[in-house]
């Protein structure tokens, strides 16, 4: 897992008490900072990002929206790609998924862990999330929340700013270290209290209100289920392909990813590395990026299957060229698939 870091225009003392944050650049998480930040805390903000995150893209400044959120606040911050030991977590989650693939308690645990990690080597207090008590159905119930914090190794470390007086009281709450008083009930699905909180505050939301995770996604899920089960061998830029083009199964042992456009006809190339391709030898149009190698009759399954989506292109018989190991090979196409062979095919 690689971090990059943001220091803060200004750093408090030494001796400031510190704690370390999750933020996710969404409304709770920079609620709960601010909180923290009221009371006086030296704040390190985590980040933690994977394909799959839809409310960690960059601001309009070239920022990533967390550190945008991090540097309005005066916070340092640091952002962490997840790996494959979180997509191994997606794969075979100990506490079981979402509607999608979305393994939302193993998740939780996992970055709570790192950040328990960094709360010691930081010296910090304890760690603060934005969860919310009764926001979402899988993980933030009172039982999971108790799960979530006991799995983590965080017990009486963990502090909920939001819905901190429907809990039981943490650590630095009964030291007095953190002033309960100034803590907060809020409760359920509604944001209404969270959004006016932010404008009596003057607090620039940067990011989602309720941030969002592409696992969820049937079309994704049903895409990772199929990598998981035919490709044993997948990686990580594996499973940032789910997130990309459309997906189809041409066969048990061979998938292609079509380009919807030339911009993500690039980002193909740039995540499938030497993965097979196909494409038109002397018209412009879509990529098929291919994940296993075609047999001949693979081939006609894929010549109809790049006109299909290259209707512009008027000729009876149009030639193709896979590259694949090193090497181009030619032939000419001249069918089209139908909409009963596209069904099927999709992932």
Sequence with gaps: MSATEHKPRSSLSPETPKAVALMSGGLDSTLAVT????????????????????????????CHRATQVARSLGVEIRV????????????????????????????????????????VETGAEFVVTGE??????????????????????????????????LLQPSLPEQSGLVDREKLLAIHGRSRKEQLTLAKTRGTEIFGCPAGGCLLTD???????????????DW???DAKLTTFGRHFRVSDRLKAVVGRDEGENMRLLQLGGNSSRLEFSDHPGPLLLLRGKP???DRMSLGKLIRYFAKKVKDE??????????????????????????????I
């Design 132 to 165: 919310v008590l009764g926001q979402r159905p899988m993980s933030q119930h009172r039982a999971a929340l108790d799960l979530v914090e006991r799995e983590s190794g965080l017990h009486g470390r963990l502090l909920r700013p939001l819905s901190a007086h």
């Design 235 to 237: 990686d990580l830029e």
């Design 317 to 346: 018989s149009v030639m193709v060229k896979l590259q694949q190991d090193g090497q181009c090979e030619e032939w000419s196409v001249n069918r089209i698939a139908t909409e009963e062979e596209i069904t099927a095919w999709r």
């Design 35 to 62: 909180l923290m930040l009221e009371q006086g805390f030296n704040i390190l903000a985590l980040n933690f990002v994977s394909p799959f995150c839809t409310c960690s893209p960059r601001h309009e400044s070239g």
């Design 80 to 119: 962490f790609s997840k790996g494959m030991d979180y997509m191994r977590l997606v794969e075979c989650p100990r506490f079981g998924w979402g509607r999608g693939m979305n393994p939302c308690l193993d998740c939780r645990i996992y970055t709570l862990r790192k950040a328990r990690e960094i709360m």
């Design 295 to 297: 047999t001949q009759a």
């Design 218 to 232: 049937p079309v994704i899920a049903r895409r990772l289920k199929d990598l998981f089960l035919k490709h044993p």
